[in-house]
């Protein structure tokens, strides 16, 4: 078990071998979540990660505000 210290402003530092295991970069954002005791940390995905997802998109298919229905 890799452990970690919490310091008196509160900062949790993580330690080498899990920021190269995961590819964690300064400056990076997590998701926090509680689960009882338990602190999870999640790396949030950068913007980058979702370039090209549109890739191929037809917009002709999507409709247009006109098309509403309210």
């Known amino acids: 078990m890799i452990m970690a210290t919490l310091s008196?402003?509160?900062r949790l530092a993580l330690p080498a071998a899990i920021?190269?295991?995961l590819g964690l970069k300064t400056g990076q954002k997590f998701s926090v979540i509680t689960k009882g005791s338990v602190i999870e940390l999640a790396p949030l995905?950068?913007?980058q990660s979702a370039r090209?997802?549109?890739?191929g998109a037809n917009p002709d298919n999507y409709?247009?505000?006109g098309?509403?229905?309210e």
Not at 52 to 55: A, D, E, H, R, S
């Open 63 to 65: 409709r247009d505000r």
């Open 8 to 10: 008196s402003e509160y």
């Open 19 to 21: 920021r190269k295991e």
């Open 67 to 69: 098309d509403r229905v």
């Open 52 to 55: 090209g997802i549109l890739i």
């Open 45 to 47: 995905p950068s913007v």
